[in-house]
């Protein structure tokens, strides 16, 4: 079992930065990937950003590349650092588990996950 849960969403101003936490916890030990989405109002769920089980590989949306950092820590929490933030990064952001065993493969589909969060808003004002 895992519980995700995201914070460090809230209101900003464009160009402004934020860092989205997500505190993951695990009854048993197994091997995950991670990765963020959102959902902007009226939209579908768009992938954003993506780390593999070891914290060695990253894939970014073309649409954050250059503004947003995906990074993990020792104790497998995951982090989205957000800089130059534009009104059209408004959304709920999600993160998400993905069991993965061995591979090392970096996930980006939003199939590829099991066990997701609850969500942060994001707000970015003009």
């Known amino acids: 079992q895992v519980q995700l849960v995201e914070s460090g969403g809230g209101l900003v101003q464009a160009g402004d930065s934020l860092i989205l936490s997500c505190a993951v916890s695990?009854?048993?030990?197994?091997?995950?990937?991670m990765g963020w989405f959102r959902q902007a109002p009226g939209k579908e769920r768009e992938f954003v950003a993506a780390i593999n089980r070891l914290g060695t590989s990253t894939y970014y949306a073309d649409s954050v590349k250059g503004r947003f950092t995906i990074s993990g820590d020792n104790a497998k929490n995951t982090y989205l650092q957000m800089i130059s933030l534009k009104p059209v990064d408004t959304a709920v952001y999600y993160c998400?588990?993905?069991?993965?065993?061995?591979?090392?493969?970096?996930?980006?589909?939003?199939?590829?996950?099991?066990?997701w969060g609850q969500g942060t808003t994001v707000t970015v004002s003009s």
């Open positions: 998400a588990c993905a069991e993965t065993g061995l591979s090392t493969a970096v996930r980006t589909r939003s199939t590829d996950y099991r066990y």
């Open positions: 695990r009854r048993t030990f197994s091997s995950y990937a």
